[in-house]
């Protein structure tokens, strides 16, 4: 059984462009998370999708957006990149919006801003 | 914004076993306790959680304070495979489908294990 997987791992881009990062969660969890991890730092939370929308937010700016598909994976864009949003990203995978048990992590995707 | 409050760092050495607190004195009484930990370059993976009581599963125990206001997340026996960084979160389930589960990360406690 598959856990979260995430691509790409690695990724450098530079200020102004745009990327996607992609999310595919643990088979049967319907509910995903995005995090973003800067060195040294815990993870900070940026938003949960479920059914298809967008649950909450954390404190992130409009270029922070994402997507949920109907088979319940998950993208994750930033446009305009700054070289702040070098980080390591995060997706979280649960069963249900409501689940008060374990979150399934991925091992992240480690963008670069130059 | 972290609702937690936990030592930056501590050291064990390998086969003691280790007592990693948490405070969390606005805890509500819908909030559980969880505890992740993130091993160099890896996500972070769920070690244990509750709500009221002591709990005990195969990675370690959780040792919650009778006011709830803090607890303690042990490890029988320190291995070098627990150096990591431990965070100790809350999670808020109202038990409603709008209920939203907004998990804050603080920074943790990195844990070293010595040899």
């Known amino acids: 059984d598959a856990g979260v997987t995430q691509s790409p791992t690695h990724l450098i881009k530079t200020r102004g462009q745009q990327v996607t990062l992609r999310c595919s969660p643990k088979?049967?969890?319907?509910?995903v998370s995005w995090y973003q991890q800067a060195l040294g730092q815990g993870p900070q939370f940026i938003f949960q999708?479920?059914?298809?929308?967008?649950?909450q937010r954390g404190n992130f700016p409009d270029r922070f957006s994402g997507h949920q598909f109907p088979n319940y994976s998950s993208e994750l864009n930033v446009n305009a990149l700054l070289l702040g949003d070098s980080a390591l990203y995060l997706c979280?995978?649960?069963?249900?919006?409501?689940?008060?048990?374990?979150?399934?992590f991925g091992e992240g995707s480690r963008l670069t801003v130059l | 914004d972290a609702k937690t409050t936990q030592p930056n760092s501590m050291e064990s050495n390998e086969e003691e076993p280790v007592h990693l607190p948490c405070n969390h004195s606005?805890?509500?009484?819908?909030?559980?306790i969880h505890w992740y930990r993130q091993l160099p370059s890896q996500g972070p993976e769920y070690v244990i959680h509750g709500l009221t009581s002591n709990v005990n599963n195969r990675m370690a125990s959780l040792a919650i304070a009778e006011d709830r206001k803090s607890s303690t997340l042990i490890l029988h026996r320190a291995t070098l495979r627990d150096a990591a960084v431990y965070y100790c979160i809350l999670r808020d389930q109202q038990g409603v489908k709008t209920s939203y589960d907004k998990v804050i990360f603080g920074p943790g406690t990195s844990l070293s294990v010595i040899p």
């Open positions: 979280a995978s649960s069963p249900d919006s409501l689940n008060t048990g374990e979150l399934f």
């Open positions: 088979s049967g969890h319907d509910t």
């Open positions: 999708y479920y059914e298809e929308e967008e649950r």
């Open positions: 606005t805890i509500s009484g819908t909030d559980y």
